[in-house]
């Protein structure tokens, strides 16, 4: 992977655990693009060394229980190069108090990073199309579709 400049991250379904990006692996050291795509944004951390040269983090995912289980990437402040932060946010079954929580928490990440990053932060509405694992247990599928 030392020569991997853009990585798309589809995760289907809901997270239960964190995500972690180990810092000073030397996995990613190119990368200027990451995307996740994700029904529900998970638990993401960007530890100290990783990802030196990211200049573009994407992220796309549903508000819906935002409340419950949602937190803005820790760590954002270990990618020195990131010039701009572009998040998509589906309000497909959120509440507004989840999508105005979920817009500003992202949008104070961006604000503290050190090179203040632009933030295109947008609610997509229908564009984006999450499901959720059902409450009994069944796993749903998720899917996307976009211009970009």
Do not use: Q
């Not at 655990?17 to 180990?22: A, D, F, N, T």
């Not at 050291?29 to 530890?47: A, D, N, Y």
């Not at 409340?67 to 402040?77: K, L």
């Not at 949008?107 to 999450?130: E, K, L």
């Amino acid at each position: 992977m030392p020569s991997l400049i853009h990585l798309n991250l589809h995760i289907r379904g809901a997270p239960e655990g964190k995500i972690s990006i180990p810092g000073g692996s030397g996995l990613f050291p190119v990368l200027k693009h990451f995307r996740v795509v994700c029904g529900r944004i998970p638990s993401l951390t960007f530890e100290a060394g990783t990802m030196t040269k990211l200049e573009r983090l994407e992220l796309c995912f549903n508000a819906k229980g935002w409340d419950r289980y949602g937190a803005a990437p820790a760590g954002i402040e270990h990618l020195p190069g990131l010039k701009e932060i572009s998040v998509y946010i589906g309000e497909d079954g959120a509440k507004e108090s989840d999508r105005r929580a979920a817009e500003s928490a992202l949008r104070d990440t961006a604000d503290m990073h050190p090179r203040r990053p632009v933030a295109n932060i947008m609610v997509v509405g229908g564009w984006w199309i999450f499901d959720e694992p059902e409450e009994d247990g069944n796993r749903g599928s998720s899917s996307s579709s976009s211009s970009t």
